[in-house]
C-alpha cells in the first residue's frame, strides 16, 4: 500500500460537493486506488477515511484531510464501515509500504517481524478494503484464466515488473530502458510490487518513489537509500499517523 501525501486543502473551507475535490486529490495522488494500489483511469471515487454513512461522521463529508481514493471494490468493500485510524493503518499518514508483505502469488499480508499490535492492525486494514480475499478462478469461453479480481491483476503486474527487471539487468547503463520501465510501472500501477522487484536496484526506486504522485512528499522513503523511513513522518501532522 503505497504512502502519500495529500497535503493543505486546495480551498480554505470544505468542499459542498465531495466529488469536486477529485481533480485535486488525482494531481497530488495519481490515477490509483489509495488502497489496491491498482491503476483506475476512470471511476475513481473520493473515499472518505470515516464514512459519510454513519451521522457521527457527517461533519467531514466535505472535509479535504477525510478523503483518499478507491477503487470500486476497494470502496465497496470498505462501505460504511466504522473507521478508527488508530486502529488501522492508513497511506496518507502511516507508511503502508513498510508493513504489507507482497509476494508473486497475488497475496498481501502482513509483514513479518512487526509487533503484535501493528500486525493485528494490518490485518485489520486487509480485511477493511477486502485485500485479504484469495483470487477468483475467472476462464473465458476458451478455459484461458482471465484476471478480473485484484489478486490476479497484483499477479500479472508481478509478471510485468519481473520482466522490467530482467530487461534493465541485461542493459544497466540503458537510461532510456529506465526511463520506459517506469513509465510502463506508472501505466500499470502497484506501486510496491514494482519496489519489491527492484529490491536491490536504488536508482529505479528513486525513479519510482520520485515518478508516482504523493510519494516523495510522505517522506516514508530515504531517497539516498530508497529504505523505508519508519514510523512514517507524518509531515501534515494528521491524528494517529506515524503507528508504522
Known sequence: MRPVRRGASPQAHDFGDYADAKPDLVSRLGSYCSFCERRIATNLAVEHIQPKGLSKYAHLEGRWENFLLACVNCNSTKGDKDVDPAEVLLPDRDNTFDAFHYPQDGTVSARSGMSPTVTAMANQTLKLVGLDKKMSQTRDENGHMVALD???????????????????????????????????????????????????????????????????????????????????????????????
Open 150 to 244: 485484484r489478486a490476479s491483476q497484483r499477479m500479472e503486474a508481478w509478471v510485468a515488473a519481473s520482466d522490467a527487471r530482467f530487461t534493465v539487468t541485461a542493459n544497466p547503463s540503458n537510461q532510456a530502458v529506465r526511463r520506459m520501465v517506469v513509465e510502463l510501472a506508472k501505466a500499470t500501477g502497484f506501486f510496491s510490487i514494482w519496489m519489491v522487484a527492484f529490491e536491490d536496484d536504488p536508482d529505479m526506486r528513486r525513479r519510482l518513489i520520485e515518478t508516482f504522485e504523493g510519494t516523495e512528499p510522505s517522506e516514508c522513503f530515504d531517497l539516498a537509500t530508497t529504505l523505508p523511513v519508519s514510523p512514517a513522518p507524518n509531515p501534515d501532522g494528521l491524528p494517529d499517523g506515524g503507528k508504522v
